[in-house]
């Protein structure tokens, strides 16, 4: 069974850059779609971007000036960087597998940007 | 890109049907057949429920059904059970080859 799991920082100070990695497990991130998500707390999700296994990437317009992601297929691991946050940036970020639907998430990981 | 458009809410008793709507346009919903559908209970991830349009994972129960009518999507959930009380997020792909949620909706069983 395919698992997904978020790790990094659930602070991040304002003007900083929020680091985040998806450790999949059960599978190989080879040949799928890689994506991320998030939900602030109470409203609705959005989508983020995605990753392919070779490095091809697709960011959502409102995001793409501070969003980078990057795949480790040694590590079957990828990652999401999204400088410059305000605590508009303050959500649960989720990985999963897919690009047009999402058959596998990760539990999410709360990201709370405060000084 | 704006989100797509869903009721806030829905309601139904146990055993009625209950259909939600999810209204893009045809540079989204409209245009393409990647309309997927999602449930989310308090505290947890989402779960995918239906994929391109109509297309139910495996082990996902035959209640739930997708359609799609020009612009509009359609995730109905018949013989409605309290476990369904969720919000359920409809998804789809766009022409700028992005990737947009529905506004979310709460279904309550009464």
């Known amino acids: 069974q395919v698992q997904l799991q978020e790790s990094g920082p659930g602070l991040v100070k304002p003007s900083e850059t929020l680091s985040l990695t998806c450790t999949v497990s059960?599978?190989?991130?080879?040949?799928?779609?890689w994506t991320w998500m998030r939900q602030p707390p109470g409203k609705g999700l959005e989508w983020i971007g995605y990753?392919?296994?070779?490095?091809?990437?697709n960011y959502n317009p409102s995001l793409k000036s501070r969003v980078t992601m990057s795949v480790d297929t040694s590590k079957n691991q990828f990652s999401l960087k999204l400088s410059s946050v305000t605590a508009a940036d303050t959500a649960v970020y989720y990985c999963a597998r897919g690009a047009n639907s999402f058959s596998y998430w990760g539990l999410g990981t709360l990201v709370t940007v405060s000084s | 890109q704006s989100a797509l458009t869903q009721p806030a809410s829905v309601s139904g008793s146990p055993g009625q049907s209950i259909t939600i709507s999810c209204t893009g346009s045809?540079?989204?919903?409209?245009?393409?057949?990647?309309v997927s559908w999602y449930q989310q209970h308090p505290g947890k991830a989402p779960k995918l429920m239906i994929s391109?349009?109509?297309n139910r994972p495996s082990g996902v129960s035959n209640r739930f059904s997708g359609s799609k009518s020009g612009n509009t999507a359609s995730l109905t959930i018949s013989g409605l059970q309290t476990e369904d009380e969720a919000d359920y997020y409809c998804s789809s792909y766009t022409s700028s080859s992005t990737r947009v949620f529905g506004t979310g909706t709460k279904v309550t069983v009464l």
């Open positions: 045809s540079s989204d919903v409209g245009g393409y057949n990647y």
């Open positions: 990753i392919y296994y070779t490095g091809s990437s």
């Open positions: 059960g599978g190989s991130i080879s040949s799928y779609y």
């Open positions: 391109d349009v109509s």
